[in-house]
């Protein structure tokens, strides 16, 4: 059973302050792994797919990274805008009823204050 | 381009009615996701599937039915609502598993 597993559930920083969030996940064998960040009241955005260990993604103040049992998105220098829930996904290599399966890590809450 | 369009966006049904959720996306995407979000579990699977005609039981498919008639639309149904089943639920789609996912803007539901 592919397992996704986020911390912390909830964040709070002051502009400015750099931090981390984590992603730990257990599969068969991983064809990607997703972040997404989530808006109050609206549906999932795609922020970045990695693929394998070592791989590196960065977009604006987010970078995330990836390794054989976790991912991290790492927040620089974090403005209030960045403020939203952000969401890891997994989808695994598993073929039958697992195929095409994308499963979600329970969020984690990040506010960030002026 | 409307992407991923749920329909309705807010519902309130009373137990043990049924209803349908209807999901539209126009790019031509393989694989189809019903998940429901609710406080603190993130977004939990309910059914997918991986091409027209075809559907996969997800992690919580007990109470829900899907359809993927054509490869455009997948069709969520409540047989007989539950207040358990009081949630938001979010439709989505990918060109292939890997690539990533687009969502709709979800559907409040309630069940009294």
């Known amino acids: 059973e592919d397992q996704v597993t986020q911390s912390p559930e909830a964040l709070r920083l002051q502009e400015g302050e750099s931090s981390s969030l984590n992603c730990s996940y257990t599969v068969s064998g991983l064809r990607g792994l997703f972040w997404y960040r989530q808006d109050p009241g609206k549906g999932p955005e795609f922020l970045f797919t990695l693929y394998s260990a070592g791989e590196e993604k960065e977009k604006e103040r987010l970078k995330a990274t990836l390794t054989k049992k976790e991912s991290f998105l790492h927040i620089t220098a974090p403005k209030p805008e960045d403020s939203a829930t952000y969401l890891c996904?997994?989808?695994?290599?598993?073929?039958?009823?697992?195929?095409?399966?994308?499963?979600f890590g329970q969020g984690t809450i990040l506010t960030v204050h002026p | 381009n409307a992407g991923v369009t749920q329909t309705p966006k807010f519902r309130v049904l009373k137990t043990g009615q049924s209803m349908t959720l209807l999901c539209a996306q126009d790019?031509?995407?393989?694989?189809m996701y019903w998940y429901r979000q609710d406080p603190g579990m993130g977004l939990r699977l309910i059914h997918y599937s991986v091409g027209e005609g075809t559907t996969a039981k997800g992690e919580v498919p007990d109470g829900y039915n899907v359809s993927r008639l054509k490869k455009q639309n997948f069709l969520l149904g409540l047989e007989s609502a539950a207040p358990s089943q009081t949630s938001v639920y979010f439709c989505a789609s990918s060109y292939v598993p890997a690539s990533r996912a687009f969502f709709g803007q979800g559907t409040r539901l309630t069940v009294v």
């Open positions: 790019m031509n995407h393989e694989y």
């Open positions: 996904a997994v989808c695994a290599r598993g073929g039958g009823t697992s195929y095409g399966k994308l499963t």
